[in-house]
């Protein structure tokens, strides 16, 4: 599908020119590179300068909703000796939100700690009643939920019944009715006065684990930390939280970290760890352990230290990352004969896929999603003959707020803008659900066509130095969800192409030549490129952590 390219808005009050200059000129930047941070960074000269030298100042514990209670409910069940359990998810942010918490404990040397993990077709997703009954027959006094649990009206309800006391730690987006849990701690809550709203879930289980260390006024191996500091990094990326703010602030420090051992597990994947190689080589790999296996298997990997029992447990997340590869292509290639077979394509795709593992059409709807730009969801049948499904969404969809008012049709949902987990116990609420929400979008034929927004177009290349340039794009670094990496776009390019298949992909390789710069990038599975041979066009491209990228290509007519 052709994207569309939009330039963004490049007028700017006085005021706004005022900051832009003086930036520019205090830290030696191009203007429309000043210009980038300036807007987003709301034209605040602190918070610029915060940006530019990776100095944003974290903003501790303190305003978060009920994380006080939460010390006290923690502080009495150690004074007594009782037993604690943390309740996690089977996905990266889960596991590493889980070892966060268990790590702290580590710090406080208490005896009386567990953890659970979900198992996906046993469980299903978060702190359910079963969870909570094994709990209790374990003489489990306290349970902390991380990165679940805002949605376990039920399973709370049933702790409650039999005398547990129960902590909520959440990032999700509220439902219509919340848990009775002792405390929740969820910066969404209505009247929580933590500034930054978007932490994943790994972010509020380090939240919670810093005020107990400030509480029992630990001073943690230095070991420690950085291990905390990397699990907070894997986390936020594979969560795909937005890198903003504190976020980009605790992923750039976990990738410092990371970089220096903090978690061998990690290294033993790949030596240089980035945004990209947590998101598209460690997280994967560890998300596969909690679709066809057990997350367990996921945590016990990277608790692992030993390099001589790291390789051949590597070796097993690569084979379990190959079995969940094939699952989701046989299931994608199933749903796309479907969709293209459709008449009229409905603006949120939704489809049924019997033969589908439950644990890929997440993967599988995102993968349809990129194909077609229309927010789809997939459901596939479980082990009990009901149904999950899986959704993500276009920039254009508010997918969880779109979604809530015909949740009831349903058995229940929940998720975020982005993405959403859903379940039914049959075909045709699945298909009400369908028409109601296809009914009230509001989608145009805008909104469903996939846009390159360009941060600047240069039509003279001879007035860069692309290596200076270079230099200064990487302060943007590192980029993802919420901070992209500038786009520029460079007219009349001469490009030469030549085309590798491998593994039924489509590899085109491109060099483009404009101005004094060469370029040499790869693009993937793109079948609006030519074979081979020389052209003309304009690019868009991008700073990564390994330099120059091409984006997308527009060949000259």
């Not at 060469?518 to 690019?539: F, K, R, V």
Request: with cysteine.
């Amino acid at each position: 599908m052709q994207t569309i390219l939009e330039h963004k808005q490049q007028s700017y009050t006085k005021e706004e020119q005022c900051v832009i200059d003086e930036v520019s000129s205090t830290y030696k930047l191009y203007d429309f590179v000043a210009a980038i941070i300036c807007t987003r960074n709301a034209f605040n000269l602190d918070e610029i300068k915060e940006y530019i030298l990776g100095t944003t100042r974290p903003k501790g514990y303190k305003g978060l909703k009920d994380i006080e209670k939460a010390i006290s409910l923690i502080t009495e069940s150690i004074s007594l000796n009782e037993k604690i359990r943390i309740v996690g998810d089977y996905d990266v942010d889960g596991v590493t939100s889980t070892y966060v918490l268990l790590t702290v404990f580590e710090s406080l040397n208490y005896p009386h700690i567990s953890h659970y993990l979900p198992v996906r077709e046993k469980d299903g997703y978060g702190l359910n009643p079963d969870i909570v009954a094994n709990a209790h027959a374990d003489g489990v006094s306290l349970l902390i939920t991380v990165d679940n649990g805002i949605s376990a009206v039920e399973a709370v309800a049933s702790a409650k019944e039999l005398g547990m006391k129960v902590i909520v730690t959440d990032h999700h987006e509220l439902p219509n009715e919340l848990p009775i849990a002792d405390a929740i701690i969820n910066p969404h809550q209505v009247d929580c006065d933590y500034p930054y709203k978007s932490l994943a879930g790994v972010g509020i289980a380090y939240k919670l684990g810093q005020a107990l260390i400030s509480h029992f006024k630990l001073k943690p191996a230095p070991a420690l930390v950085a291990r905390i500091q990397g699990l907070v990094a894997l986390g936020t990326v594979c969560d795909v939280a937005p890198l903003v703010g504190e976020n980009r602030h605790m992923v750039k420090t976990g990738l410092g970290a990371l970089n220096k051992g903090a978690l061998p597990a990690a290294t033993m994947i790949n030596s240089r760890i980035s945004v990209g190689t947590l998101g598209f080589q460690i997280g994967p790999r560890l998300n596969a352990c909690g679709r066809l296996e057990s997350a367990e298997t996921a945590l016990e990997y990277l608790r692992t230290t030993d390099p001589n029992t790291l390789y051949p447990f590597k070796q097993r997340l690569d084979s379990l990352n190959k079995e969940r590869q094939d699952e989701e292509m046989d299931s994608i290639a199933r749903v796309n004969a479907k969709v293209e077979a459709m008449t009229t394509l409905p603006d949120i795709i939704i489809d049924i896929d019997e033969m589908a593992h439950e644990s890929v059409v997440g993967l599988v709807a995102g993968r349809i999603k990129e194909k077609y730009y229309r927010p789809t969801v997939v459901f596939s049948r479980t082990i009990h003959g009901t149904y999950k499904g899986s959704g993500r969404s276009i920039e254009e969809y508010d997918m969880f707020q779109s979604f809530k008012p015909f949740l009831h049709l349903l058995d229940g949902g929940g998720g975020h803008p982005m993405a959403c987990g859903l379940k039914a116990s049959t075909v045709e609420q699945i298909h009400a659900f369908a028409k109601a929400v296809n009914e009230a979008s509001s989608l145009t034929e805008h909104d469903k066509t996939p846009k390159i927004y360009v941060d600047k177009c240069i039509y003279n290349a001879y007035e860069y130095d692309f290596n200076e340039l270079e230099k200064q794009l990487r302060l943007f670094l590192p980029t993802g969800a919420g901070n992209s990496a500038p786009t520029l776009l460079i007219k009349d390019a001469s490009l030469k192409f030549n085309t590798k298949y491998a593994k039924n992909h489509r590899i085109s390789e491109v060099v483009a030549n404009f101005g004094p710069k060469s370029i040499a990038s790869t693009l993937w599975n793109d079948d609006t490129l030519p074979e081979a041979g020389d052209y003309t066009g304009d690019i868009t491209l991008q700073v990564s952590e390994t330099g120059w990228q091409i984006k997308s290509i527009y060949l000259a007519i």
